[in-house]
Nanobody, 117 residues
Framework: QVQLVESGGGLVQPGGSLRLSCAVSGSMIMIYTMGWYRQAPGKQRELVAQLSLSRSGTTTYADSVKGRFTISRDNAKNTVYLQMNSLKPEDTAVYYC?????????WGQGTQVTVSS
């Protein structure tokens, strides 16, 4: 059974950078897409970035993070990353890794990102 484990969150000043990692245990061969979502206090969970694991490798980003965040994968490490640059206070949230496997979403436990001076 596929499990997702996030890491890399923390406290960073505005304008700073963080890289989140999502380690996938088990085979990724049945995974259709992987993505990062976030949920701020009192708000709904929202898509931040998504990566198709098909040959196309299509990426999708929320408008609020375009040009600042980059989703990528390392096949050898079974890991998906979210590079976050130029962080803003409004990026503060719990970030969750997501994998869609045969139409079913699986989630990691989440990692806290706090952007504050």
């Amino acid at each position: 059974q596929v499990q997702l484990v996030e890491s890399g969150g923390g406290l960073v000043q505005p304008g700073g950078s963080l890289r989140l990692s999502c380690a996938v245990s088990g085979s990724m061969i049945m995974i259709y897409t992987m993505g990062w979502y976030r949920q701020a206090p009192g708000k709904q969970r929202e898509l931040v970035a998504q990566l198709s694991l098909s040959r196309s490798g299509t990426t999708t980003y929320a408008d609020s993070v375009k040009g600042r965040f980059t989703i990528s994968r390392d096949n050898a490490k079974n890991t998906v990353y979210l590079q976050m640059n130029s962080l803003k206070p409004e990026d503060t949230a719990v970030y969750y890794c997501n994998a869609v496997i045969l139409g079913v979403s699986r989630w990691g436990q989440g990692t806290q990102v706090t952007v504050s001076s």
